[in-house]
């Protein structure tokens, strides 16, 4: 029992930062609360191979604030958060690693609950399971809603329809050119939903055995990562990591919808102009990705599958409500989401205020 925990001073707007260290495991994360306005944070825990541990805190930073929005546009009574593990998943994790974090997440008394995220599984889960109650996505249990992956490839998928309609003028995907980067959890879950409505598909990642699975089992073309930008596609589907349209790859894309998974895919708040400007229709990926979250919020609340059944569907509505609004105003649907989201958290500071 070596765990280190050091309170690290959180940026401006955020509430808390800690770095938590285990020499024996070879722990070393992050965990960040961005926001408990609306509830405790809740957020995925992300295992990655990162270069530096500034890199690190950058990638907690992002993705937890990101977790306030997304939260509060899926109407969920959580705040945002997240945390990551420095290390492969593939050779650095060990149950005694996953165990030292679930000692790190225990530690926030409740403030931040652990789920799933790139590089950690629901078996992974499990055994963070051990050391607290904070940990959800589990497969059993009372309340245990399983992976969110395919929840999240489910709305990502009826955000992409809704997305379809408005620009092709219709929703059936029929020889429709869609790139999927990234075939992970989601990635791999939509592709096969995209194959399923007739979609031609076009994948790309680092992982040969996904693109061989995704070849075979839906006639997928592989493309090189690195030529993304360079094939013609009328939709793509980031299912990868952030940052992937920046100013430079906004100007080379060929697709006319971007929908995916992925969190922060614009490197900058100003490439949503530059796509709009491109006529490419942006649809934000902390709207379109919320069924995992709504899927795990059903365990946090103790109400089961039941929740994420009521809910689900309401991810392509307010996909629908922000591409109007966008139009009506001639805004970016970006902009228009971080304004509501904006409008959520003040009223719900004005009505704790209140309530004082
Ligand atoms: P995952 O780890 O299962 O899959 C990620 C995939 O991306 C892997 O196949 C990996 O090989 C591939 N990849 C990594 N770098 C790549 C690159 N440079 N080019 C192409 N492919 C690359 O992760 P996941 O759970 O499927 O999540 C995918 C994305 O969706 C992440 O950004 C995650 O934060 C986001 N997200 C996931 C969920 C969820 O429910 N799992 C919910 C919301 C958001």
Known sequence: MTLNLTEETAPEGYERLVFAQ????????FICVHSTVLGPAAGGCRMWNYATVDEAR?????LAEGMTSKNAMADLALGGGKSVIIGNPQSDKSPALLRAFGRAVQSLDGSYYTAEDVGISPDDMKIVAEE???AVGLEDGAHGTGDPSPFTAQGVFQCLLVGAEVVFGTSDLSGRRVLVQGLGHVGMSLAEKLHGAGAELIVADINEAALQHAKTAFGATICDPAEIFETEMDILAPCALGGVLTEATAQKLSAK???????????????????RARGIRYLPDYVVNAGGIISVAGEIHKAGTSYRTERLDGVAARIRTLVDLSDKTGRTTTAVADDMVADILAKASDAARGAA
């Open 58 to 62: 950058t990638d907690v930073l992002r």
């Open 132 to 134: 607290t109650p904070y």
């Open 22 to 29: 285990d020499p024996e495991s070879g722990l070393q994360a």
């Open 257 to 275: 919808l971007v929908c995916g998974a992925a969190n922060n895919q614009l490197e900058t708040p100003e490439v949503a102009d530059a796509l």
